[in-house]
């Protein structure tokens, strides 16, 4: 092997797996099924995270040589916090990078895990997903020191002796405990179930836009589950190894002087493992000479959980060949063991084991899933029964590494195998872990081009489609991969690409409405809700709490003043990155409980998102966020413009509507007034148009409307008063330069500099910090226009209204801003519409005309056909290099 590897420029292991691609006669789509993942880069490193080598330490002997009871443990069982004091002074990890890891820690510290939800943690790092490089010398001392805890014993009853290693367990790796009782609640299917109900009661809920705000974000706050959490999961286990061969005699199975039947002894096994969670793996658990052998064996996969490997103590023979008749059909032949694991005969060594690993993949012509069934994805190798074995075990792990197993289990001999008596025997396996480890780290990127992404780059995605017949790729396939590539990583996965399963392209201006007029209520609610809290605190408080009570009553005040959206934003944006991402986006929806952040269905955030997303880049960004209340002040104008051609059709005149409605010929209508007449006699159908034509006509703020503003009503024209924000826009930049001066000036209350104005740097600092950042009243707006000379066709007053889309009677800078935005309008019109064009056309051609390869499996419906058509664009672009390697 090493000569081979020496010729083939690589590591004796990376032959190993090479020969058994090439005299298996694996083709390059199969070598996912056949051998083990190929690990030469970062990106391998996610898949390896828990396929490396297990250590099985025998803590308790039985009557027969085979039998034992082992502690199981992965090497991230070299991470747990107990680690550390089991080990001793000998305890460090060794990462293999500090500085990363350094900076992981430094940013988990800074999170509050009581706040904040699981996405909201950050994207893994590739180092995260690599042992620590003396992880398996660790592990080794911990299955010592864990095995000087358990102290001595014999393996006389299964169930006694599991729950004497398990009050050990519980007694010196409490936190690991507590870790696995979280985890398999958090995994269970109850717990499923009734997360699935709790979303869908607060999907229904929100619909209704209840006021209830005693459900609060904590109890609703799921629990977060790390990383290191996730991959320490499983890390100790308990593996028996029955031998079943020794207790088996005439038709029945005698343990512990105890006879039983198959069937009682598949159901002793599955009481085991029920009463015993930390039970993952059983061996030899029937006997090779029982005539019900396979049968049993199939049964008692059935009976287990899932999580418990079953494991053959079978010695392969050479499989025989068998007639070609199944595949001239075309049709594999029935599977025959299902992926029972097997003991591996290391008398065999490394090439013999390779060998009949070849001859079952030859022997079934081309059905390589049927070899794999045969040999199972779970190989154990029993040093304690084979332990003049130990020597070559690096070479037989390099067979092992090269194996598509799901579990590579290492059976020890009750010696230390670390220690000087076996002349470092572990060292070989620690090497060759080290130097993958190390290899696939340094590189970024494969450095084989051929070598197959799951992921589609832009260049594979757009000629992908071309070479399957899509006739509009020039037209909408960089927009689409644009908009799909939420990761920001430069590709799409099957799971993004499904996303265009959801929409049908951008929502509309009146669903960005809809969405303030959700905002303004939901402020408005807490608003109140915070009033309320305080009222009752300084009441239970008594005086000495008047002062917090009017600290609180200010703040309230201040809030009041507040944009709805900048709050939605501080939601949004956590991290202070000044932009946010859909799934950041959704999350913000979902903390403050409105529908689209409830409903189980992504789809309608996802259109709320593309609207915003004016550059279709997979992100909104702060300037794109606050587009928002320019895109919401432009459908108010249209809600304005319906309610005059209703009261026109049903009046004749704006005039004849307002003295219809002055019932007690005041001269002027209340808010309540309004609202009763238009909701009530006339049966107004959308109570939100109502409540912004009076906001909006509402020119001097009093909350009656005139009769003076009723008839300008009858005037307005939309395109004209569009026109006049421009005039103010194009007239504050000549004046100011740009709109940012310009807010300074209004906010200071600053003339233009050739109207006697100073420049704002020779304000003197004090004056200038008191009126910093305290935003613009509608007086102070008005006063300003005044100021700087500002003279249009409609009262500044309207202007004002038009920028204060939240409806709150203050505008910050933010807002103020958005007069140079004015074309997002036509820009999200644009987009929006050749989005939806591009989304049509691709689906029709997915599901109506490209040509993909079906699932074996039935179907219930065609979503299998997105996951199709990402594997057709890869499958037509592998050969081309220049595609793979990207733009």
């Given at each position: 092997?090493?000569?081979?590897?020496?010729l083939?420029?690589?590591?004796?292991?990376?032959?190993?797996?090479?020969?058994?691609?090439?005299?298996g006669?694996?083709?390059?789509?199969?070598?996912?099924?056949?051998?083990?993942?190929?690990?030469?880069?970062?990106?391998?490193?996610?898949?390896?995270?828990?396929?490396?080598?297990?250590?099985?330490f025998?803590?308790?002997?039985?009557?027969?040589?085979?039998?034992?009871?082992?502690?199981?443990?992965?090497?991230?069982?070299?991470?747990?916090p107990?680690?550390?004091?089991?080990?001793?002074?000998?305890?460090?990890?060794?990462?293999?990078?500090?500085?990363?890891?350094?900076?992981?820690?430094?940013?988990?510290?800074?999170?509050?895990?009581?706040?904040?939800?699981?996405?909201?943690?950050?994207?893994?790092?590739?180092h995260?997903?690599?042992?620590?490089?003396?992880?398996?010398?660790?592990?080794?001392?911990?299955?010592?020191?864990?095995?000087?805890k358990?102290?001595?014993?014999?393996?006389?009853?299964?169930?006694?002796?599991?729950?004497?290693?398990?009050?050990?367990?519980?007694?010196?790796?409490?936190?690991?405990?507590?870790?696995?009782?979280?985890?398999?609640?958090?995994?269970?299917?109850?717990?499923?179930a009734?997360?699935?109900?709790?979303?869908?009661?607060?999907?229904?809920?929100?619909?209704?836009?209840?006021?209830?705000?005693?459900?609060?974000?904590?109890?609703e706050?799921?629990?977060?589950?790390l990383?290191q959490?996730?991959q320490?999961?499983?890390?100790?286990?308990?593996?028996?190894?029955?031998?079943?061969?020794?207790?088996?005699?005439?038709?029945?199975?005698?343990?512990?002087?105890?006879?039983?039947?198959?069937?009682?002894?598949?159901?002793?096994?599955?009481?085991?493992?029920?009463?015993?969670?930390?039970l993952?793996?059983i061996?030899?658990?029937?006997?090779?000479?029982?005539?019900?052998?396979q049968?049993?064996?199939?049964?008692?996969?059935?009976?287990?959980?899932?999580?418990?490997?079953?494991?053959d103590?079978?010695?392969?023979?050479?499989?025989?060949?068998?007639?070609?008749?199944?595949?001239?059909?075309?049709?594999p032949?029935p599977?025959?063991?299902?992926?029972?694991?097997?003991?591996?005969?290391?008398?065999?060594?490394?090439?013999?084991?390779?060998?009949?690993?070849?001859?079952?993949?030859?022997?079934?012509?081309?059905?390589?899933?049927?070899?794999?069934?045969?040999?199972?994805?779970?190989?154990?190798?029993?040093?304690?029964?084979?332990?003049?074995?130990?020597?070559?075990?690096?070479?037989?792990?390099?067979?092992?590494?090269?194996?598509?197993?799901?579990?590579?289990?290492?059976?020890?001999?009750?010696?230390?195998?670390?220690?000087p008596?076996h002349?470092?025997?572990?060292q070989?396996?620690?090497?060759r872990?080290?130097?993958?480890?190390?290899?696939?780290?340094r590189?970024?990127?494969?450095?084989?081009?051929?070598?197959?992404?799951?992921?589609?780059?832009?260049?594979?995605?757009?000629?992908?489609?071309?070479r399957?017949?899509?006739?509009?790729?020039?037209?909408?396939?960089?927009?689409?991969?644009?908009?799909?590539?939420?990761s920001?990583?430069?590709?799409?996965?099957?799971?993004?690409?499904?996303?265009?399963?959801?929409v049908?392209?951008?929502?509309?201006?009146?669903?960005?409405?809809?969405?303030?007029?959700?905002l303004?209520?939901?402020?408005?609610?807490r608003?109140?809700?915070?009033?309320?809290?305080?009222?009752?605190?300084?009441?239970?408080?008594?005086?000495?709490?008047?002062?917090?009570?009017?600290?609180?009553?200010?703040?309230?005040?201040?809030?009041?003043?507040?944009?709805?959206?900048?709050?939605l934003?501080?939601?949004?944006?956590?991290?202070?990155?000044?932009?946010?991402?859909?799934?950041?986006?959704?999350?913000?929806?979902?903390?403050?409980?409105?529908?689209?952040?409830?409903?189980?269905?992504?789809?309608?955030?996802?259109?709320?998102?593309?609207?915003?997303?004016?550059?279709?880049?997979?992100?909104?960004?702060?300037?794109?966020?606050?587009?928002?209340?320019?895109?919401?002040?432009?459908f108010?104008?249209?809600?304005?413009?319906?309610?005059?051609?209703?009261?026109?059709?049903?009046?004749?005149?704006?005039?004849?509507?307002?003295?219809?409605?002055?019932?007690?010929?005041?001269?002027?209508?209340?808010?309540?007034?309004?609202?009763?007449?238009?909701?009530?006699?006339?049966?107004?159908?959308?109570?939100?148009?109502?409540?912004?034509?009076?906001?909006?006509?509402?020119?001097?703020f009093s909350?009656?409307?005139?009769?003076?503003?009723?008839?300008?009503?009858?005037?307005?024209?939309g395109?004209?008063?569009?026109d006049?924000?421009?005039?103010?826009?194009?007239?504050?930049?000549?004046?100011?330069?740009?709109?940012?001066?310009?807010?300074?000036?209004?906010?200071?209350?600053?003339?233009?500099?050739?109207?006697?104005?100073?420049?704002?740097?020779?304000?003197?600092?004090?004056?200038?910090?008191r009126?910093?950042?305290?935003?613009?009243?509608?007086?102070?707006?008005?006063n300003?226009?005044?100021?700087?000379?500002?003279?249009?066709?409609?009262?500044?007053?309207?202007?004002?209204?038009?920028?204060?889309?939240?409806?709150?009677?203050?505008?910050?800078?933010?807002?103020?801003?958005?007069?140079?935005?004015?074309?997002?309008?036509?820009a999200?019109?644009?987009?929006?519409?050749?989005?939806?064009?591009?989304?049509?056309?691709?689906?029709?051609?997915?599901?109506?005309?490209?040509?993909?390869?079906?699932?074996?499996?039935?179907?219930?419906?065609?979503?299998?056909?997105?996951?199709?058509?990402?594997?057709?664009?890869?499958?037509?672009?592998?050969?081309?290099?220049?595609?793979?390697?990207?733009?």
């Open positions: 092997l090493e000569v081979a590897g020496r083939m420029d690589c590591t004796s292991g990376e032959a190993m797996r090479a020969g058994i691609v090439e005299f006669g694996v083709q390059e789509e199969e070598e996912e099924e056949c051998v083990a993942p190929a690990i030469s880069c970062q990106k391998d490193l996610e898949v390896w995270q828990n396929l490396w080598p297990q250590l099985c025998p803590l308790r002997q039985g009557s027969t040589a085979k039998r034992r009871l082992f502690v199981g443990l992965s090497l991230w069982a070299s991470t747990l107990e680690a550390k004091d089991l080990i001793g002074s000998e305890f460090h990890l060794e990462h293999i990078d500090e500085a990363a890891e350094e900076a992981r820690l430094a940013a988990l510290a800074e999170l509050n895990l009581e706040e904040i939800d699981q996405d909201e943690l950050p994207e893994p790092e590739p995260e997903y690599c042992p620590p490089l003396n992880s398996l010398e660790l592990t080794c001392r911990l299955g010592h020191a864990l095995g000087d358990a102290g001595a014993g014999s393996l006389d009853d299964f169930a006694t002796s599991i729950a004497e290693l398990r009050q050990t367990i519980d007694a010196v790796l409490p936190l690991y405990v507590q870790n696995e009782k979280k985890l398999a609640e958090l995994q269970s299917e109850d717990y499923q009734q997360k699935k109900a709790a979303a869908a009661a607060r999907f229904k809920e929100a619909r209704h836009d209840s006021d209830d705000e005693s459900v609060s974000e904590e109890s706050k799921e629990p977060i589950v990383l959490e996730e320490q999961q499983s890390s100790v286990y308990f593996a028996l190894h029955a031998d079943a061969d020794a207790a088996f005699e005439d038709g029945c199975y005698t343990f512990n002087e105890t006879h039983m039947k198959q069937a009682q002894l598949l159901e002793y096994y599955e009481k085991l493992c029920k009463d015993e969670p930390l993952r793996c061996i030899a658990p029937l006997a090779q000479n029982d005539p019900q052998l049968e049993g064996l199939k049964a008692l996969c059935a009976k287990l959980p899932s999580s418990v490997s079953l494991v103590d079978f010695c392969l023979s050479e499989p025989k060949v068998e007639e070609e008749e199944s595949c001239d059909e075309g049709e032949a599977v025959r063991r299902g992926g029972i694991g097997r003991l591996l005969d290391l008398r065999l060594t490394s090439l013999g084991l390779a060998t009949q690993r070849i001859q079952f993949l030859k022997a079934e012509h081309g059905h390589h899933n049927l070899a794999t069934a045969e040999l199972g994805r779970d190989s154990v190798l029993d040093f304690g029964t084979q332990e003049e074995m130990m020597p070559v075990l690096g070479s037989l792990m390099d067979f092992a590494l090269s194996t598509p197993d799901h579990c590579r289990r290492l059976l020890l001999p009750g010696q230390d195998c670390w220690g008596s002349n470092d025997s572990l070989p396996l620690a090497d872990m080290r130097s993958m480890l190390l290899t696939a780290y590189a970024k990127k494969s450095a084989n081009k051929r070598k197959k992404n799951k992921d589609l780059n832009k260049m594979q995605f757009c000629e992908g489609l071309r399957l017949g899509y006739g509009y790729t020039d037209d909408y396939a960089e927009l689409i991969f644009d908009f799909l590539d939420q920001g990583n430069g590709s799409i996965s099957p799971s993004e690409l499904q996303m265009l399963e959801l049908d392209g951008a929502g509309s201006l009146e669903d960005l409405d809809r969405l303030r007029m959700w303004c209520d939901w402020k408005a609610r608003a109140k809700a915070a009033a309320e809290r305080a009222e009752a605190e300084a009441a239970a408080g008594g005086h000495e709490e008047e002062a917090l009570l009017t600290a609180r009553v200010a703040e309230a005040e201040a809030q009041k003043k507040r944009s709805p959206l900048a709050e934003w501080q939601y949004m944006d956590r991290d202070g990155s000044g932009e946010a991402s859909f799934s950041e986006f959704r999350r913000a929806l979902r903390k403050a409980r409105h529908p689209a952040g409830l409903n189980p269905n992504k789809g309608p955030a996802l259109e709320l998102f593309m609207c915003l997303d004016i550059q279709v880049d997979g992100s909104i960004v702060e300037g794109e966020f606050y587009c928002f209340s320019i895109l919401s002040a432009y108010q104008l249209q809600r304005v413009e319906r309610v005059r051609t209703f009261l026109e059709d049903r009046f004749g005149t704006l005039k004849a509507a307002f003295k219809f409605m002055d019932a007690d010929r005041s001269g002027s209508l209340t808010t309540q007034e309004w609202m009763d007449f238009m909701m009530g006699p006339q049966g107004y159908a959308d109570e939100e148009d109502v409540k912004v034509c009076f906001f909006f006509i509402d020119k001097d909350g009656q409307l005139t009769s003076k503003e009723f008839e300008f009503l009858g005037n307005f024209d395109r004209d008063f569009v006049d924000v421009k005039k103010l826009r194009d007239y504050l930049v000549d004046k100011y330069e740009n709109l940012e001066d310009a807010y300074d000036a209004f906010e200071q209350k600053m003339p233009p500099p050739d109207m006697g104005g100073t420049d704002l740097k020779d304000i003197p600092e004090k004056r200038r910090k009126r910093e950042g305290r935003g613009l009243s509608g007086q102070d707006f008005i300003a226009c005044r100021m700087c000379g500002f003279k249009g066709r409609f009262d500044p007053r309207l202007l004002f209204n038009f920028l204060d889309a939240s409806h709150v009677g203050h505008i910050t800078r933010n807002e103020f801003v958005q007069l140079g935005k004015l074309g997002a309008v036509e999200l019109q644009m987009s929006s519409d050749k989005m939806r064009k591009g989304i049509s056309t691709l689906k029709a051609f997915i599901f109506q005309e490209a040509q993909l390869e079906e699932p074996e499996e039935p179907q219930a419906d065609d979503s299998w056909k997105w996951a199709g058509v990402h594997k057709a664009l890869r499958d037509v672009t592998e050969d081309d290099l220049e595609l793979m390697d990207g733009p």
